[in-house]
């Protein structure tokens, strides 16, 4: 599957992404500046916080409780569309994903 990560600053980065991994693990693995994800997707940090382009939120899904708590330590300001992209995982439904990410 193809995911779209959309930077502050204008720039789209897009990548394929293998089913079953998560989004914060592809967010890395393709040099996406601003996800970090620094508990490594144990979701126990917000580093990995982006917002689900609105064509995409209901295939997203919404966030969970633990990741509900967690987006409210977010650094950058919590929208609707908030989520964690280790708590997303890519799938052929999710093929052509958008992604925004902000700025920290």
Do not use: F
């Not at 592809?26 to 940090?45: D, I, T």
């Amino acid at each position: 599957m193809k995911v779209t990560w959309k930077l502050a600053d204008g720039r789209e980065i897009t990548g394929d992404v293998a089913n079953g991994l998560n989004l914060m693990e592809a967010a890395v693995a393709n040099n996406v500046p601003h996800v970090v994800g620094e508990c490594g997707g144990n979701l126990s940090c917000a580093t990995c916080h982006v917002y689900v382009d609105d064509a995409w939120q209901d295939a997203t899904g919404e966030a969970g409780e633990y990741e509900d708590a967690m987006l409210d330590v977010a650094e950058s300001e919590r929208l609707p569309s908030s989520r964690l992209s280790c708590q997303i995982t890519a799938s052929d439904e999710l093929d052509g994903l958008v992604l925004i990410v902000p700025e920290p």
